[in-house]
């Protein structure tokens, strides 16, 4: 490290700066500034827990959003069944649709590592979890044998039939569907939904395959398709227009450092492109290096020089080399 | 900095002489020998406030570690049911609060003294990418938190991290994957970046302050050899 920083050049002029400070000193106790500066800090850091304590705002699960917003769970549900819901067009890492993907320019960097995380949703979020509760109900047995039984193409048109259906229904409300031909997909969504009332669907999205689990990515994919999350959210004022990959929930700081990351999703272009994510994170990434490398950066490394704050930090050196 | 010319210096013994750990304590004494690793006086321009941000970062980190250190004794969902565990939650938020907060005015006070000059470039690279370590650190703690704001913020991050295709190997959604980047991964990053970066320090010793200019009226005689810009 050090030989890659003391490459000699001897024709170019001293460098000043590099030299060994040769002036007068004074002392300093290292050992002792930082021993004061843990115990302040951890003193400090007491008070401040004891004082204000930390959020802890409750997780809400899919029992809670089935039990609460029973009808945006159905209607969600029913897109992940026809693949309509906004993981089953989702694109890179979950499915297998190139066009969805975010661009920068002519570049989707979304695409370039492919499908790492396969989601099926109708077979993962709805039709696994029904068979797994299928032997308590002979009704879903049936419903179920029929879905099977039935074509690609038949289960796609009473899947999209029931959503376009539910979605003109007064409040969402199953219950208020138009009568047609949908199959057994409401009497499958209906054992769903009871499925997940009992927080079944909570343990069957997680478990799938495997005992120990520490992966959430199916429930949490499920759960963001709806609008029940978004809707706690935003009374928690984290909305992503209201500031929220930066705040916490009740009154506390949050990740305030996040502050420029999240200003940009504010302001136009970004706050009205369908690629906002993609170009922010593509400008953060360009700022982030700048940032790493200001020590090269002509008029950028000068701007010390040009705001004076160093004359306010040095001020008693200066008034003593005046004297 | 002014250093005394360190014994290491010396031409290793016979028995020194293809040692690796020889090797190894002579180039580690001839970079840092040991009245440039813990000095006891400094130059005299050392001596402001914003000097003391630095040592408060380390401080916090300290602080941030072992509070982080006994949420992990007891497994991450104790802190929800247990007072106890709710304050040392607390301890663990506040001081990151800190330590970012004292990260942020030490980076300031050391852009405003351009403090890479004079072959110090590396020091501020790895102060920085100390930062945004730190960023990635207190991220995946908010999404480990295993309650509703980690849960949004995690549904919400995804999309920003899928976009560039960085989603495709970490997952945030993915609690196991967030909590071991979190308490193991990023916190070591950081430790060994910030013991880097304060080597260098000593190493280079801190930055002499920036030349005042010329009164208006005078021209100077001759120029101080600078950075070009």
Known sequence: MTGLLERRHSAKPVDIDAQPWTGPKRPYDLVKEFTIALVVVAVLTAALAAVFSSPDEKQTTIAQWANSASNDFVLTATTELDG????????????????????????????????????????DFVIRPLEGAASVSPDLQSALATWKAATADQQQKWAAAYDDALSKAPDNDPAKVASGDYGPVPVMLGQLLNLAKTGGLDGALLSQGAFYQTNYTKPLLFLADGTYLEDLARAQHLGGDQWGMMNETGNYPGQA????????????????????????????????LAFVLVPFIPGVRSIPKLIPVYRLIWRDYYRSQAQ | MTAAQPAATKPPTDSEAGSWTGWVRRRALRNFPPEELLPDSQPVYVASWIYVFGVATIAAFIVVLVSGGVLALRGPVWWHGSDVGHYVNSLHLWSVELFMAFMVIHLWGKFFMAAWRGRRAMTWITGAISFLASIGTAFTGYVSQQNLDSQWIATQAKDGLNSVGIGAYFNVLDFGQ???????????????????????????GVVRPLPLPPPKAEVPAQATPREAS
């Open chain 2, 178 to 204: 967030m909590l071991m980047w979190h308490i193991v991964l990023l916190p070591l990053a950081v430790g060994l970046l910030v013991v880097a970066h304060v080597l260098l320090v000593r190493h280079r």
């Open chain 1, 257 to 288: 450092w996040l502050w420029l990351y999240t200003f940009w999703y504010q302001v136009k272009p970004f706050s009205t492109s369908g690629n906002a994510d993609a170009l922010v994170w593509g400008l953060m990434m360009v700022l982030t």
């Open chain 1, 84 to 123: 309509t819901s906004g993981t089953a067009t989702y694109g890179a890492p979950y499915t297998h649709d190139p066009s969805a993907a975010q661009k920068i320019g002519p570049l989707a960097p979304q695409n370039w590592p492919g499908v790492t995380t396969p989601v099926d949703t109708a077979n």
